[in-house]
């Protein structure tokens, strides 16, 4: 059964890595998050790494798939939309986030692309710190720690 949400929304830009994919749609139904993919995807939804990663959560979410960001930011322009970036204005635990805030990833090797960043309130672009030398954190644990930061927020309800 699905859970009925009006809680945070997870979007993927282009995800390329399904075993990511499929932690990110576990960790999607623990927490009441809905979550959007925006293709072009690097997999198929019925790829069986994607059902080994998710176990047997992807029935507890709705996941929606959309042709472009365009698309997406169509269907849901009332939106307050975040984007976790290295290049960031602020740090992820800053903004007050609230039920129906949109937080958009980019693939796992290229980040989301800068015609969508420039798109985007400067103030909305977050980051999650990491040691100067480092460039990155895995798409899965960036999506959890960013969501569990916002659950907590919102007093795990």
């Given at each position: 059964?699905?859970?009925?949400?009006?809680?945070?929304?997870?979007?993927?830009?282009?995800?390329?890595?399904?075993?990511?994919?499929?932690?990110?749609?576990?960790?999607?139904?623990?927490?009441?998050?809905?979550?959007?993919?925006?293709?072009?995807?690097?997999?198929?939804?019925?790829?069986?790494?994607i059902?080994?990663?998710?176990?047997?959560?992807?029935?507890?979410?709705?996941?929606?798939?959309?042709?472009?960001?365009?698309?997406?930011?169509?269907?849901?322009?009332?939106?307050?939309?975040?984007?976790?970036?290295?290049?960031?204005?602020?740090?992820?635990?800053?903004?007050?986030?609230?039920?129906?805030?949109?937080?958009?990833?980019?693939?796992?090797?290229?980040g989301?692309?800068?015609?969508?960043?420039?798109?985007?309130?400067?103030?909305?672009?977050?980051?999650?710190?990491?040691?100067?030398?480092?460039?990155?954190?895995?798409?899965?644990?960036?999506?959890?720690?960013?969501g569990?930061?916002?659950?907590?927020?919102?007093?795990?309800?």
């Amino acid at each position: 059964m699905k859970q009925k949400n009006d809680f945070i929304h997870i979007v993927l830009i282009s995800p390329q890595i399904p075993q990511n994919t499929g932690n990110i749609i576990r960790l999607c139904a623990n927490i009441g998050a809905e979550l959007h993919l925006i293709q072009p995807l690097g997999f198929k939804l019925y790829d069986k790494r994607i059902k080994r990663a998710a176990l047997d959560y992807s029935d507890l979410i709705d996941i929606k798939t959309y042709s472009s960001f365009e698309e997406y930011v169509l269907k849901y322009d009332n939106r307050n939309i975040f984007a976790c970036c290295p290049s960031g204005e602020r740090i992820y635990t800053e903004p007050q986030y609230t039920k129906n805030d949109s937080i958009i990833f980019g693939p796992e090797e290229k980040g989301i692309p800068k015609n969508i960043l420039t798109k985007l309130q400067k103030n909305n672009l977050i980051k999650i710190p990491m040691r100067p030398n480092n460039r990155s954190i895995n798409l899965s644990n960036t999506v959890a720690i960013l969501g569990y930061e916002i659950w907590r927020q919102l007093k795990f309800q």
